[in-house]
């Protein structure tokens, strides 16, 4: 059984930063390429950061810049650094593999992230 375990949220004020981990269990880790996602009220789930079983990344448009992914085979963990943050950052933050190369995996309860002064 595949479990994400998202933490790392919190209210934070325009500019400021945060660090998401993303704990992951139930799929060797390591084989996988993996993704953050996002969700604001009202809007749909989106695709923020992947990161590939290789270690190549890529972004979103609206965070490149901000926001920086990696992973730790050994930990089986992925993070999620978030840096120069704005208000329209605010959203739930969840991981998953990758949806453009695996079928996704039952949600975790994500992280709220919430950017606002």
């Known amino acids: 059984q595949v479990q994400f375990k998202e933490s790392g949220g919190g209210l934070v004020q325009p500019g400021g930063s945060l660090r998401l981990s993303c704990e992951v269990s139930?799929?060797?880790?390591?084989?996988?390429?993996m993704a953050w996602y996002r969700q604001a009220p009202g809007k749909q789930r989106e695709l923020v950061a992947r990161?590939?079983?290789?270690?190549?990344?890529n972004y979103v448009d609206s965070v490149k810049g901000r926001f920086t992914i990696s992973r730790d085979n050994a930990e089986n963990t992925m993070y999620l650094q978030m840096n120069s943050l704005k208000p329209e950052d605010t959203a739930v933050y969840s991981c998953?593999?990758?949806?453009?190369?695996?079928?996704?995996?039952?949600w975790g309860q994500g992280t709220q992230v919430t950017v606002s002064s």
């Open positions: 139930g799929i060797i880790f390591r084989n996988y390429n």
């Open positions: 998953n593999v990758d949806q453009r190369s695996h079928s996704l995996q039952p």
């Open positions: 990161i590939l079983f290789s270690y190549s990344t």
